[in-house]
T-cell receptor, first 112, second 113 residues
Framework: ETGVTQSPTHLIKTRGQQVTLRCSSQSGHNTVSWYQQALGQGPQFIFQYYREEENGRGNFPPRFSGLQFPNYSSELNVNALELDDSALYLC???????????FGSGTRLTVV | AQKVTQAQTEISVVEKEDVTLDCVYETRDTTYYLFWYKQPPSGELVFLIRRNSFDEQNEISGRYSWNFQKSTSSFNFTITASQVVDSAVYFCALDNQGGKLIFGQGTELSVKP
């Protein structure tokens, strides 16, 4: 049983650019959630995808968007990057109806 | 509003000491889940325990134990005979919407030899 895989592990972008982060969910899991973790803080919920549709969103602007694919993998896209977007982005997969979440190791994004 | 508070930002202990990490939560829902996660320097959140709101029985798993008290909205985590490998950031989290975890600020535990 494979866990959650995220890519890339590290990324440096310039303010104003766009970025795409990727997540492969754990085998058998059909729901993916994304979290942003700023340095020294707890993770903050961005959004969740189930059956390729957004299924709940946290307090993040529309420039944060996502996709879920038929194989349940997911992408997080961030447009017009700001310095405050620098953070660890974590992906978690789960099976709807269950309450266990498996997290990936995250993508550390630095915006300069 | 839902909220999780971990008042202890940093804790430092010497190996073999017992240590308790505090977690206080707020929610108006009667059905919810509480979690503890461990985050080592690698960044991955490692699942430790999930407890539903209807089960107040304390749980012990090896050196780890959890004390859930609905009367005080607390879900505290104790490590007995701490080890250097326990050094990490620990997060308490609340889930009452089927997938949106609300995390506390985390407690950084440092266990020195």
């Amino acid at each position: 049983e494979t866990g959650v895989t995220q890519s890339p592990t590290h990324l440096i972008k310039t303010r104003g650019q766009q970025v795409t982060l990727r997540c492969s969910s754990q085998s058998g899991h059909n729901t993916v959630s994304w979290y942003q973790q700023a340095l020294g803080q707890g993770p903050q919920f961005i959004f969740q995808y189930y059956r390729e549709e957004e299924n709940g969103r946290g307090n993040f602007p529309p420039r944060f968007s996502g996709l879920q694919f038929p194989n349940y993998s997911s992408e997080l896209n961030v447009n017009a990057l700001e310095l405050d977007d620098s953070a660890l982005y974590l992906c978690a997969s789960s099976l709807v109806g269950a309450n266990g979440y498996t997290f990936g190791s995250g993508t550390r994004l630095t915006v300069v | 509003a839902q909220k999780v508070t971990q008042a202890q930002t940093e804790i430092s202990v010497v190996e073999k000491e017992d240590v308790t990490l505090d977690c206080v939560y707020e929610t108006r829902d009667t059905t919810y889940y509480l979690f503890w996660y461990k985050q080592p320097p690698s960044g991955e959140l490692v699942f430790l325990i999930r407890r539903n709101s209807f089960d107040e029985q304390n749980e012990i798993s090896g050196r780890y134990s959890w004390n859930f008290q609905k009367s005080t909205s607390s879900f505290n985590f104790t490590i007995t005979a701490s080890q250097v490998v326990d050094s990490a950031v620990y997060f308490c989290a609340l889930d009452n919407q089927g997938g949106k975890l609300i995390f506390g600020q985390g407690t950084e535990l440092s266990v020195k030899p």
